[in-house]
């Protein structure tokens, strides 16, 4: 079983994912982030050129809305509206946002004004008959005016106890009977709702399966980490010896300055260097030592792309890349081993929660991913 590992590094909290040999899966930086609040905002602009609205929230910043989510009655400028940020600003882009307003839980997510309860696909059709009679008992104000989604951490309670997910039912009801009492009287930009909770968040969206120990050396962290129900089976460890830091016992700087550095070598000698460019990210692999002329450089270059392309996938996920992103392998003369490398790092992109795909490889031996833009990478948040 793996651990997960919370410290502050740099002025911003990281969550490190090892696995049993700690060997680092992952990790996640999360700086002071907007996801999720609800502001009174007002469309300020609409492009439908762009089929968006900007939209004010307050303090000069300005949100993306697709217009196909608007009223197209009320969808003019100067008009106000609740909406809610679904992503930071990246790079040189707006935050965006969305007037379908939501709010996140453990176990559940009410979506305000939407109609039904549904529960996640990864929740089996026998839990979810379980969840589904149990709820149909219950009686609580506000779940017939909104829709429902039971969200795959509730699976463990099917067929037990479900205390669980109905006070926190009651508990996000209320707040999305709050958010609909304020905001048809609240003055423009008010904050209607703040998640700070963005530890818990990252969390819920791990597989806690694969990991057995949680440690962190902060207290706030810890606090938040020992309130969440599916955890508690886990064993969650305040740090607090004085003589060796946390971050100095795993190493964890060491594994911060390998992900930042633009250098990453491979263990058949070869090595990739990675740099970022306002547009795209561009990864380049090199051989190394040449193997010497008695030698088969067709089949030595295809040993190193492929532990390559595995490490190419796993760079991407570690540093957050996203957008465009050229990797610039060797040049091989054999097509199968082409499609073998393409097929190969196709599966290994598979693994990663955001949408990745690898589109093609060029008559130069450039392959071309994109890769869904959900967060900023690792080294311009700890650059923040």
Do not use: W
Not at 19 to 40: C, M
Not at 341 to 346: A, E, N, P, V
Request: proline share 2%; hydrophobic share 40%.
């Amino acid at each position: 079983m793996g651990k997960v590992v919370i410290t502050k590094l740099y002025e911003t909290h990281i969550l490190f994912l090892f696995d049993n040999e700690f060997e680092l899966q992952g990790l996640k930086a999360y700086s002071n982030s907007d996801v999720d609040s609800v502001y009174i905002g007002r469309i300020e602009e609409i492009n439908k050129g762009l089929n968006a609205a900007f939209i004010s929230i307050g303090n000069k910043k300005m949100v993306f809305v697709p217009l196909d989510e608007l009223d197209k009655k009320t969808a003019k400028c100067g008009n106000t509206l609740p909406v809610q940020i679904k992503t930071d600003a990246l790079k040189t882009k707006l935050p965006t946002a969305t007037a379908s307003i939501c709010i996140p839980g453990e176990y559940c997510v009410i979506h305000i004004g939407g109609k039904g309860i549904h529960y996640s696909k990864k929740i089996s059709s026998k839990d979810r008959s379980l969840l589904s009679a149990a709820l149909s008992d219950i009686e609580i104000k506000g779940m017939t005016d909104n829709g429902i989604v039971i969200r795959t951490n509730a699976e463990y309670l099917a067929g037990k106890d479900i205390v669980p997910l109905t006070d926190e039912l009651k508990a996000l009801l209320k707040i999305s009977e709050r958010i609909v009492k304020r905001s048809a009287t609240a003055r423009l930009h008010t904050s209607l709702y703040k998640n700070d909770n963005n530890i818990g968040n990252e969390i819920l969206k791990l597989n806690t399966d694969d990991y057995e120990d949680i440690i962190t050396d902060d207290k706030k962290t810890y606090d938040k980490l020992c309130k969440i129900d599916v955890l508690k089976n886990k064993n969650i460890k305040l740090y607090s010896d004085e003589a060796v830091s946390l971050v100095n016992l795993y190493s964890l700087k060491t594994h911060i300055d390998r992900i930042l550095d633009k250098n990453v070598y491979l263990k058949c000698g070869g090595h990739l260097v990675i740099e970022s460019t306002e547009a795209f990210t561009v990864i380049d692999v090199n051989s190394g030592k040449v193997p010497g002329k008695n030698k088969d450089p067709e089949n030595y270059y295809y040993k190193v792309n492929k532990e390559a392309a595995a490490e190419v996938s796993r760079q991407i996920i570690l540093r957050n890349l996203s957008g465009i992103i050229l990797v610039d392998f060797i040049n091989m003369s054999v097509n199968a081993h082409n499609e073998s490398l393409l097929k190969l790092l196709s599966e290994e992109l598979a693994r990663d929660k955001l949408k990745a795909s690898v589109i093609d490889m060029t008559k130069l031996g450039i392959v071309e991913i994109t890769r869904k833009k959900v967060d900023l990478s690792l080294d311009k948040i700890i650059s923040l």
